[in-house]
């Protein structure tokens, strides 16, 4: 084994980039309190000791400085296992936190900044002036950096411990798992395994639909309040929730819900965000409904899916009221940022005038403008097949800002394409879970052990193992593998084996 000094990783080399340094960090006894997310379970990481090595590479003629990371455990502590750790939101790479958790479950793992530091919001890079999209810097984030954080990490590996890694795999949720399912789709040979959760996929109307009822509540001119909205979900959950034989709050069949909020209006309802009862409008009642229903054109046509049934509406189609009672849509920074930057490149646009007729003629120039730099809908997985490579995906029924049907309307296209396609796509929905953690739903934290065991052991998995986080109670249940569901048998509620998939 090397020591963690830069001068053992002198060697490296990148096709198609100048590396500009190498710099090495021998870390001891490190702590971090890791929360649950990215796929995992809280831990508590104690007594850490590891090696990081960052490169800073340059594009020639890009002008771009793209830094790449790698912890390296000790030799002894090393499974052997290499791992790729993806992003979230804006963000190219993972926290130091989720590099620590890696780390100390015996992974080498590599992050990349894909060449946008920490401190850098996307405002700051997306136009290089207003009308002109800064398109490098995009492509950094999409696709190329997480390729050549792959081919660096596993160099920095074979140079430090003198071995290529056995097994190699990816972990993301989010943008972390738009980034999973970009690696299958253009770089298939760079991992065996990836776990790709609540992905961030078809990229131009994921990010579209996110503002979708905001775009209904210009055109309605009425803004009804969070209490409102909360109280028509939770009217919602109360009509469906038994769908599934058991009442806990939990929807896991929203698409059998044909609750009507209609019914609805008048009635007042506690609101647990301000303590006060509030009366649903019918002005709720129609926001919950094209929620629901997903982005649709003026002329009627679907645009694409909308939240499921049981989800807060609180991100998507938040509002802000002032004291005096007056209340204005608040759209999700992802949204806002979206329309502002990329498509209307004017950082002054006011969102506000979306209504229905504009907000469909952008979702066309975002799906056409964007889709062959971020799109990642490439649903042709043949070459990854081919490499021997498994995905793992699993999406949060409950999630308030991607529609599940996003990861739904994926498989199904991958299955339609490819019967056969269980031998390395499966996925998992997971009930009552909002955005990749969060909700009284079943988070599945061993995703990546079930992972492991499919490609190191030819273990294909069923079930994903999934515990709720939060709540008086931890409950058990194993995630169906879809297009089965949940459902309540017998026995204890909180005992998965009270449960079947079908
Ligand atoms: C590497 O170290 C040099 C010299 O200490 C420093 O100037 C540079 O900023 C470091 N680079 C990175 C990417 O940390
Ligand atoms: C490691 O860190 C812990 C707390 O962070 C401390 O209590 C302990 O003394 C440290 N051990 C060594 C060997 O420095
Ligand atoms: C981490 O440690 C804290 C105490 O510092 C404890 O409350 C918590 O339960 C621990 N978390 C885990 C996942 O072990
Ligand atoms: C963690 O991340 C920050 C930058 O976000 C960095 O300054 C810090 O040194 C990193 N390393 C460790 C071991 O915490
Ligand atoms: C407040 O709402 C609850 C139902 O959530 C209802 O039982 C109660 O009567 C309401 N109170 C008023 C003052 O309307
Ligand atoms: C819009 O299309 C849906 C089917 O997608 C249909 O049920 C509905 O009646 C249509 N509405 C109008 C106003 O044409
Ligand atoms: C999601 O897709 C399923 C069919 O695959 C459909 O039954 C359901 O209504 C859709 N849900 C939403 C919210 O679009
Ligand atoms: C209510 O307050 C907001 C912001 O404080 C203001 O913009 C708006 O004009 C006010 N509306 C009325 C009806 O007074
Ligand atoms: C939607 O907004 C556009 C641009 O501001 C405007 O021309 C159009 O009249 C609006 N449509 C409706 C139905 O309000």
């Not at 031998?423 to 599945?444: I, K, L, M, T």
Request: hydrophobic fraction near 35%.
């Amino acid at each position: 084994m090397a020591l963690c000094t830069a001068s053992q990783f002198q060697s490296l080399t990148l096709f198609g980039a100048s590396i500009l340094s190498i710099n090495t960090t021998s870390h001891s006894n490190l702590s971090f309190k890791v929360p649950t997310g990215d796929n995992h379970y809280a831990k508590n990481v104690t007594g850490l000791d590891v090696c990081e090595v960052i490169i800073s590479y340059t594009h020639p003629g890009y002008n771009d400085e793209v830094n790449t990371i790698v912890w390296l455990p000790t030799a002894e502590d090393w499974s052997g296992r290499f791992l790729g750790a993806g992003g979230g939101g804006w963000v190219t790479g993972a926290s130091n936190s989720t590099l620590a958790w890696a780390a100390s479950e015996g992974f080498a793992v590599v992050t990349t900044d894909g060449g946008h530091a920490a401190n850098s919001p996307v405002q700051d890079w997306a136009l290089l002036s207003p009308g002109n999209v800064n398109w490098i810097p995009l492509q950094n984030f999409a696709s190329t950096t997480l390729d050549e954080a792959a081919t660096l990490g596993k160099a920095v590996v074979k140079a430090y411990y003198g071995t290529k890694p056995s097994y190699s795999y990816w972990n993301g949720c989010s943008t972390g798992g738009r980034q999973g399912h970009m690696m299958a789709q253009r770089y298939p040979e760079q991992y065996d395994g990836i776990l790709a959760a609540a992905s961030a996929m078809n990229w131009g109307q994921m990010l579209m639909q996110e503002g979708w009822p905001q775009a209904v509540m210009n055109d309605l001119k009425l803004y009804p309040t969070n209490c409102e909205l909360e109280a028509v979900r939770l009217a919602a959950i109360e009509a469906c929730d038994g769908l599934d034989g058991v009442e806990d709050g939990i929807i896991t069949l929203p698409g059998q819900c044909d609750f009507d909020p209609s019914t609805k209006v008048g009635q007042s309802y506690y609101c647990s965000l301000n303590g006060v009862n509030t009366t649903i409008t019918e002005a709720a009642a129609t926001v919950a409904k094209w929620t629901w229903k997903g982005a649709t054109s003026p002329r009627n046509e679907s645009l694409w899916y909308g939240l499921d049934v049981g989800a807060s509406f609180l991100a998507d189609a938040a509002t802000t009221c002032s004291a005096n009672g007056t209340c204005i849509g608040s759209p999700l920074g992802f949204y806002d940022i979206w329309i502002r930057y990329f498509l209307m490149m004017d950082p002054s646009f006011d969102v506000s005038t979306v209504n229905v007729s504009v907000f469909s003629k952008l979702f066309h120039q975002s799906v056409n403008r964007y889709d062959s730099i971020i799109g990642t809908s490439d649903i042709d997985l043949t070459y990854f097949k081919e490499a021997g490579g498994k995905i793992i995906t699993w999406h949060g029924l409950a999630d308030s800002l991607i529609a599940p049907n996003n990861t739904v309307s994926y498989a199904q296209r991958v299955y339609e394409r490819d019967p056969e396609a269980g031998d390395y796509y499966r996925f998992f929905e997971a009930p009552g879970v909002d955005h990749c953690s969060g909700g009284p739903g079943w988070f599945p934290g061993k995703g990546l052990q079930s992972l492991i065991d499919w490609v190191e052991n030819g273990i294909a998995p069923t079930s994903l193992e999934a515990q709720t986080q939060n709540g008086a109670v931890q409950r058990s249940a194993n995630l169906c593998l879809w297009p089965k569901s949940l459902h309540f048998v017998s026995g204890d509620v909180n005992e998965a084996s009270s449960f079947k998939c079908r």
